[in-house]
């Protein structure tokens, strides 16, 4: 069984940073993409960021050059780092990883955390 935990959201005012982690555990082989996907209610899941081992990120236009992923393939971590926030990034923030276990291969998502950046 494969569980993601992710931690670290919370209030900010605009211009203000958060970091967000995400862990996975579990009868782990390997992990391909892992990203950060978030919602904002009433709006469609949208891609944050998302890292390949090895592969440039790629980042949402919205948040380049404010946000950065970091993954520690070693530890099955991920974290994103949020600089400059925005009001307009205020949603929920869910992690995500495309697992390999014994026998099988799946996407797996967190409970997801809140992000609220005021103005």
């Known amino acids: 069984q494969v569980q993601l935990v992710e931690s670290g959201g919370g209030l900010v005012q605009a211009g203000g940073s958060l970091r967000l982690s995400c862990a996975a555990s579990?009868?782990?082989?390997?992990?391909?993409?892992m990203g950060w996907y978030r919602q904002a209610p009433g709006k469609q899941r949208e891609l944050v960021a998302a890292i390949i081992s090895g592969i440039t990120p790629n980042y949402a236009d919205s948040v380049k050059g404010r946000f950065t992923i970091f993954r520690d393939n070693a530890k099955n971590t991920m974290s994103l780092q949020m600089n400059s926030l925005k009001p307009e990034d205020t949603a929920v923030y869910y992690c995500?990883?495309?697992?390999?276990?014994?026998?099988?291969?799946?996407?797996?998502w967190g409970q997801g955390t809140q992000v609220t950046v005021s103005s």
């Open positions: 579990g009868s782990i082989v390997t992990i391909n993409t």
């Open positions: 995500y990883a495309d697992i390999r276990s014994y026998g099988s291969r799946s996407a797996y």
